[in-house]
């Protein structure tokens, strides 16, 4: 009965040994992992984010810039109503002589 507790425990023994060298293994491997992605990935995330900002900037110029050419547009229908009821005047006062 004593050498079957003997096997048993060190069994047990090495398999706890086994588990704890894999959690190791992939503790190491997720670590090794997370830096490396960490060093290569964030310039690259720095740079696309600055031409995220440049970006926004320039959508910004944009919409500003249509907003002020849709303003030029409507004064510039304006002036064309108001040139179109000139024409009509002045062929009305043509028609009367």
């Known amino acids: ?34 830096f490396y992605q960490k060093a290569f990935f964030t310039p690259i995330i720095k740079r696309l984010e600055e031409e995220k900002e440049q970006l926004n900037k320039r959508i910004d ?22 040139k179109e009821e000139e024409i009509g005047e002045l062929k009305a006062r043509l028609e009367q002589k």
């Open 61 to 82: 110029n944009l919409n500003n810039e249509i907003s002020g050419l849709k303003n030029r547009i409507s004064e510039l229908e304006k002036n064309v109503k108001e």
């Open 1 to 34: 009965m004593n050498v079957q507790a003997i096997i048993l425990a060190s069994v047990f023994s090495a398999a706890v040994i086994i588990v704890l060298l894999v959690v190791g293994a992939g503790l190491t491997g997720f670590l090794t992992a997370w």
